[in-house]
């Protein structure tokens, strides 16, 4: 049985979640306060995490980042503040999924169940991984050295040998800034035959593959006057 913790100061919403979870055959622990649910953690090492940003004793997205030092489960974030910018520091802080009030419990539910799955074949992909070979988890993302096999929310891709490699460079480089000629020559090689422009090809053609709108990308960014960032902090 799959294991929920609830930190939820909210003590009608927290016991409605709790009701709709348990429906769907879930174990599921609840209280409004950090400390007890860094204890829970520690002692039972919950499945995914119900995390709310205004607690009495703390700030959830300070715990959140507390939560992460000792657990790999999803953690959901549940907040009245449905802010970009609030998201984006939520899932920078290692939080996989950010739900705004007021919101469906229905919808809730399917969400969790869908985190857990992504966790479960997250952790099946880690198994099949040998010493020889590794998997990069990026956000969505799960990309297999070895195999040369990608996924994105769980779904396989089919990519060319160079998009492969400059996702996977990407993905070794989150968060830094890199020119299109740096790329360019980097993946495709300085005798390659060619020109930059290559670059900006297959940065389109990887975004039709992994973000939800290739025209509002949330990984593979533009930086202005610079170059491309990979990043995973608002990526779902």
């Known amino acids: 049985m799959k294991k929920i913790l609830i930190v939820e100061d909210d003590i009608e919403l927290q016991q409605l979640m709790r009701q709709y979870l348990k429906r769907e055959g879930f174990s599921v622990y609840c209280t409004p306060y950090s400390t007890?649910?860094?204890?829970?953690?520690?002692?039972?090492?919950?499945?995914?995490?119900?995390?709310?940003?205004?607690?009495?004793?703390a700030n959830g997205l300070d715990l959140c980042s507390q939560i992460r030092r000792v657990t790999k489960a999803p953690i959901t974030i549940i907040s009245a503040k449905g802010d970009e910018s609030d998201k984006v520091l939520g899932l920078g802080l290692g939080a996989d999924d950010f739900v705004t009030k007021?919101?469906?419990v229905n919808e809730l539910v399917a969400r969790v169940k869908a985190q857990l799955r992504r966790s479960e074949f997250i952790k099946d992909v880690m198994k099949e991984t040998t010493k020889s070979s590794y998997s990069i988890v990026a956000g969505p993302l799960v990309i297999n050295i070895d195999s040369r096999m990608v996924y994105c929310r769980e779904i396989p891709l089919t990519l060319t040998a160079k998009e492969f490699d400059l996702l996977t460079f990407f993905a070794?480089?989150?968060?830094r800034v890199y020119n299109k000629d740096f790329l360019y020559e980097t993946i495709w090689g300085y005798d390659s035959s060619g020109d930059s422009r290559t670059v900006t090809v297959h940065i389109r053609k990887l975004r039709e593959k992994i973000e939800l709108d290739p025209n509002e990308p949330k990984m593979i960014l533009n930086v202005w006057g610079v170059g491309y960032k990979f990043t995973t902090k608002g990526a779902l």
Do not use: Q, R, T
């Open 102 to 104: 007021p919101f469906s």
């Open 36 to 57: 007890k649910g860094m204890d829970y953690i520690k002692s039972n090492d919950p499945d995914l995490i119900l995390l709310d940003v205004f607690l009495p004793d």
């Open 172 to 175: 070794n480089n989150e968060d």
